[in-house]
């Protein structure tokens, strides 16, 4: 995986030259603004934080044909870690890692669906439609919420 990363080192007075400008300090002037303009990607090793999710549904049935679910959808992922820079010149030490890191999310989602059920007798074959929307999440995972059309079978 590619991430973008923020340099550490920052441009000051001290970091150029006391006597005029030189072609060093032109290079390091170049380094601190090309990171706005075309920031760093590097190839990163990440060790992903653990992941729980939760779901737990009422199913109402309607006769023999009809069926209605509601139900809750809990999603936790731990913060991850990026362990390594690969085929890189440059050490994490060197970079803002922190920025570039994935924080610990957690989203709570709520789902309904409606479906039809059709026996035959081999099988049964069901069409219906639902959704979920996103109740509460932390900041850094999205807001959503999905409808679908879904066809099954059951043998």
């Not at 023999?64 to 999603?75: C, H, S, W």
């Not at 362990?83 to 803002?96: G, Q, R, Y």
């Not at 890191?101 to 639902?130: A, C, I, N, W």
Request: glycine share 6%; hydrophobic share 35%.
């Amino acid at each position: 995986e590619r991430r973008l990363f923020m340099h550490k080192k920052k441009l000051t007075l001290d970091s150029l030259n006391p006597t005029g400008v030189d072609i060093q300090d032109v290079a390091t002037i170049y380094q601190y603004l090309q990171q706005y303009i075309v920031p760093s990607g590097f190839k990163v090793a990440i060790e992903p934080g653990g992941v729980f999710n939760a779901i737990s549904s009422l199913d109402f049935k309607f006769g023999q044909n009809v069926k209605y679910a509601l139900g809750y959808d809990f999603y936790s992922q731990e913060a991850e870690k990026i362990v390594n820079l690969k085929h890189a010149t440059i050490s994490l030490d060197d970079l803002v890692v922190e920025k570039t890191e994935q924080d610990s999310v957690r989203q709570h989602k709520l789902y309904t669906e409606l479906m039809f059920l059709k026996p035959f007798k081999r099988m049964d074959v069901s069409m219906g439609t639902g959704g979920d929307i996103t109740v509460a999440s932390t900041s850094n995972i999205g807001h959503d919420w999905t409808v679908y059309v879904k066809c099954a079978s059951s043998f």
